[in-house]
């Protein structure tokens, strides 16, 4: 961005759909000729995205800015109040294999008494074993949708924390032309694997009841 009239336009705006019910804050990336590039915008969970972006449609319209809704970017906190234990999703197993330079995994996971079992493949290479078992985690994440969202893995992988080690998971949700991120983290505790899915949970465990589910059981591992 870099000249003095766009940021402060940018900063103008960023107060104005801070404004806006529910949203926690808001960050808007112009291009080199003062035109909307991209809007990144964070709320609660309380209200839908596509209210939240038809709101900052109609707050940036109405200050003689048209914005096209495929440049606003909603993430939503889920509400607290669906945090609760019959609302979580429960890691029932997990398990990785190898055939030659492929590597899979297979988690199974349990919602409201339901089952769901999740698989991906990948090559057995560097860090193959924790994304394969992220992808797998949300496979089965995936059964249990029955809305049009859409899960993606965007990044994954084990950190170390000072002394201890966590797995860290992003993932994308894709709902219609809206996209929402979603972060997850989990300490390694009895090993990586185990880390990785209960991180890839954490992610989305929150946001879970607010999509519809349906009860789908495939085979125990």
């Known amino acids: 961005m870099g000249h003095p009239d766009v940021e402060s336009k940018a900063r103008e705006f960023e ?5 806006i019910k529910d949203v926690i804050s808001a960050r808007i990336m112009f291009s080199a000729d003062g035109q909307v590039e991209e809007i990144h915008v964070l709320a609660s969970g309380s209200r839908n995205a596509k209210q939240l972006v038809r709101d900052v449609e109609s707050l940036l319209m109405a200050q003689g800015t048209p914005v096209d ?7 939503l906190l ?4 669906v945090d ?3 609302e979580r999703v429960r890691v029932v197993g997990y398990a990785l294999s190898r055939q030659g330079k492929t590597v899979e995994s297979r988690v199974r996971l349990e919602y409201r008494g339901a089952g769901a079992e999740g ?3 990948g090559p057995s290479t560097g860090d193959a074993r924790i994304r394969t078992t992220a992808e797998a985690t949300l496979a089965a994440i995936q059964r249990f949708i029955k809305s049009s969202s859409v899960l993606f ?3 994954c992988g084990v950190v170390q924390v000072g002394t201890k080690r966590a797995a860290t998971v992003c993932v994308l949700e894709l709902e219609g032309d809206l996209e929402h991120t979603y972060i997850g983290a989990c300490l390694v505790r009895q090993d990586e694997l185990d880390a990785v899915v ?6 989305v465990n929150r946001r879970f009841s607010l999509w519809a589910v349906t009860q789908r059981v495939s ?3």
């Open 69 to 75: 809704h495929k440049k606003i970017s909603v993430a």
């Open 84 to 86: 609760s234990e019959d």
């Open 119 to 121: 698989t991906a493949q």
């Open 15 to 19: 107060a104005m759909i801070r404004r």
């Open 198 to 203: 209960r991180a890839t949970l954490d992610a």
């Open 153 to 155: 893995l965007d990044e």
């Open 78 to 81: 889920a509400p607290e109040s």
């Open 219 to 221: 085979p125990t591992i």
